[in-house]
């Protein structure tokens, strides 16, 4: 059984976000870009059910501009086998990375799809419930635990809800996407970043795939949150109450 891997390049998460003069967006260039936190534990998870020789291979893919073959890269460092970069210079949203993904999924035919539970650049929290949709596969997202049953072709995934953990059975193929406490991603290490340079990065087009990219949605203006006034130091706990209730108004 293949697993697919979609790793995403976003501004890395220590870096503190700039808007763009213009308000169109963020600040990418000369910024510091990574794998995207959440796909890292979606392609550490991959790597040990592979290790645990329940999986023949991992293929990693990113969609976005020339640089993505980085974030892929880091992949293939990681232990991902080999990767697709789907080459697009426009700015992709959720459905269109979902519609790209099912084509990939329709030509690689993997058992099992994993992705982020949400990228920390747009935080849409979209991609992998759309893709299910799409493949009409069933989806375990937010997983904190992946047991899989190879004879039974079955992944068992327990997720974090409100009220504790739901267990749920997939069938395999199925879309699952990973939360925080899922695993603790690897490093890669010097002869692994060494040995990734000859692994295979595969590009492709949208075209290529038959996926026509459009803007489904308009980002009109980003704004920076305002900023945060200076603390006051209160004496006394009375004196505290008495600013939350009369200045505040928040009790
Ligand atoms: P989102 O729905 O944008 O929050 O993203 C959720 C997950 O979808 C990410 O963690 C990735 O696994 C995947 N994803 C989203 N955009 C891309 C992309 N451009 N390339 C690869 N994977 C992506």
Redesign the pocket.
């Known amino acids: 059984m293949k697993i697919m891997v979609?790793?995403?390049r976003v501004v890395d998460y220590a870096v503190k976000i700039r808007v763009k003069p213009d308000k169109s967006g963020v600040e990418t260039s000369n910024v510091k870009m990574s794998m995207?936190p959440?796909?890292e534990i979606?392609l550490e998870e991959a790597l040990r059910i592979k290790e645990a020789g329940l999986a023949s291979e991992v293929i990693a893919?990113?969609?976005?501009p020339a640089q993505?073959v980085d974030t892929l890269r880091t992949g293939l460092a990681m232990g991902a086998d080999r990767a697709i970069h789907v080459d697009s210079p426009a700015t992709?949203y959720?459905l269109s990375?979902a519609k790209l993904l099912k084509a990939l999924v329709d030509v690689e035919k993997p058992g099992l799809l994993i992705?982020?539970?949400?990228?920390i650049d747009?935080?849409?929290?979209?991609?992998?419930q759309m893709v299910a949709g799409l493949l009409k596969w069933p989806q375990g997202t937010f997983a904190s635990k992946v047991v899989l049953d190879k004879e039974k072709q079955v992944a068992t995934v327990e997720r974090e809800v409100d009220g504790g953990l739901e267990t749920l059975c997939l069938d395999l193929p199925a879309v699952i996407?990973t939360d925080l406490r899922l695993n603790q991603p690897r490093y890669a290490t010097l002869p692994n970043i060494m040995k990734a340079k000859s692994k295979v990065i595969k590009k492709v087009t949208s075209k290529e795939l038959n996926v026509e990219i459009k803007s489904d949605l308009e980002v009109v203006e980003v704004h920076e949150p305002p900023k945060r006034k200076a603390g006051v130091m209160v004496s006394s706990v009375d004196e505290l109450i008495d600013k939350l209730k009369n200045e505040a108004h928040v009790i």
Do not use: E
């Not at 893919?61 to 976005?64: E, F, H, N, R």
């Open positions: 979609a790793v995403k995207n959440f796909c979606a893919v990113s969609m976005g993505c992709l959720p990375v992705l982020g539970k949400q990228a747009d935080d849409c929290n979209q991609t992998g996407t």
